[in-house]
């Protein structure tokens, strides 16, 4: 197992280097970075400390600085308020799945038995966790300008050349909206769900004052939610 483990990251970060310029070089920190405890608890030759978590806790802070400091320059007209809300989209569960996936993360990632077996591959969170390891890999092996240029790359990419508002956090400006002055009280409901376990489509309803205003639908109950919020933010000519 320690031998694929060796020739699957090595496969990764050779990819990574090829494709984004990396010149990665401590592969000890990036099998970590892809290894889940579940792993580490089924093979006794690893410590606790060989899981991905403390790197993910460094990647989290990391990416917060990144990405504040890349909005920051911008978006120069944006107030403090704004930032927060645009940046809460930007590093959400949902932006960094997306991203894991581009990247093809999933494949590398060393799972145990019953974590496998369980799905975890395609666990949302467990995805969001690894890019954030991830990153907290590369900054401690190249450091911070290296974590800005992969992130410009990937999770940037599509802000670079889009209008600030695609990544505003639609559930929290409707619940301002009907906040304000208790103009409402507002609830999601799952509608429902199908597909195999691995690949689910979730339907969502957004009620007001129990009255259904709009409906979403996606591969994650988050993002239905979220595509429900805007639906009913568009119909009120709030966005």
């Not at 006794?44 to 990647?59: A, I």
């Not at 569960?93 to 060393?110: A, D, G, P």
């Not at 799905?119 to 190249?142: H, N, T, V």
């Amino acid at each position: 197992m320690i031998g694929e483990k060796m020739i699957y990251i090595s496969e990764l970060l050779e990819k990574l280097n090829n494709e984004y310029k990396l010149n990665i070089n401590n592969k000890e920190n990036y099998k970590k970075a892809f290894t889940h405890s579940s792993y580490v608890n089924e093979n006794k030759k690893y410590s606790k400390s060989d899981d991905y978590e403390r790197l993910e806790f460094l990647g989290d802070a990391v990416l917060e600085v990144s990405t504040s400091e890349f909005l920051y320059k911008k978006f120069p007209d944006l107030t403090e308020g704004e930032l927060t809300k645009i940046r809460s989209s930007l590093v959400c569960e949902l932006s960094l799945v997306r991203e894991t996936k581009k990247l093809n993360f999933s494949k590398y990632i060393l799972l145990g038995k019953g974590e496998e077996k369980n799905g975890g591959r395609c666990r949302a969170s467990l995805l969001a966790d690894i890019f954030e390891a991830f990153l907290g890999a590369l900054y401690l092996d190249k450091g911070l300008d290296s974590v800005k240029k992969f992130l410009d790359n990937t999770l940037f990419k599509e802000v670079k050349t889009s209008n600030y508002h695609v990544f505003i956090d639609y559930k929290t400006l409707l619940q301002e909206y009907y906040s304000h002055n208790n103009r409402g009280v507002i609830r999601y409901d799952l509608i429902s769900s199908s597909g195999p376990s691995h690949e689910k489509i979730f339907e969502i309803a957004l009620y007001v004052n129990e009255k259904n205003l709009g409906k979403g639908k996606s591969r994650t109950k988050k993002e239905a939610e979220q595509l429900a919020a805007k639906e009913v933010l568009t119909k009120l000519k709030l966005i």
